[in-house]
């Protein structure tokens, strides 16, 4: 596949789990689409400006640990826990799926990915679906981006 932003897309949850049960080493990336992020060949720092060695990206490989729990919640997980970037990033920014090999690790110990191989977009119907599905664990469980008391990032917790 090029390195257009013309690619497939995925509109369900039950799709996505599918393309990772099927495939290896995949990474959803949030950005403005490999068109852009292939010609830059790897992410930069937000806090320095360094760049990085590859494209800062999401695991969706599932870990052993995972057992035989459902591919759909672990997939729902992944998509939900890197929802806010989005708005956090600005407008365009979306998630797609790549595969690619592990490079390193950035600031966030989150992979470093190269040789990237784009693969499809992820609907927003999709990460609404993931939020639903978090959602039905009855869990006190929320995204990465957490903002405190004062608004601040943090877990939110006292301190």
Do not use: F
């Amino acid at each position: 596949m090029s390195a257009t932003d013309d690619l497939p897309v995925v509109h369900t949850l039950d799709e996505l789990a599918e393309l990772v049960e099927k495939h290896d080493r995949l990474y959803i990336r949030w950005s403005r689409g490999p068109g852009i992020d292939l010609d830059a060949a790897s992410s930069k720092d937000d806090l320095t400006g360094i760049p990085m060695s590859g494209l800062s990206a999401n695991p969706l490989d599932v870990e052993p640990w995972w057992e035989d729990r459902p591919l759909r919640l672990w997939v729902a997980r992944r998509l939900y826990d890197y929802a806010h970037l989005p708005h956090e990033k600005g407008p365009g920014i979306r998630p797609w799926v790549l595969q690619g090999r592990e490079r390193g690790r950035g600031p966030d110990n989150e992979p470093l990915v190269r040789d990237a191989r784009p693969l499809c977009w992820i609907d927003q119907a999709v990460i609404d679906a993931a939020r639903d599905e978090v959602d039905n664990q009855h869990n006190d469980w929320g995204p990465l981006q957490r903002t405190g008391r004062d608004g601040r990032p943090g877990d939110g917790r006292p301190a």
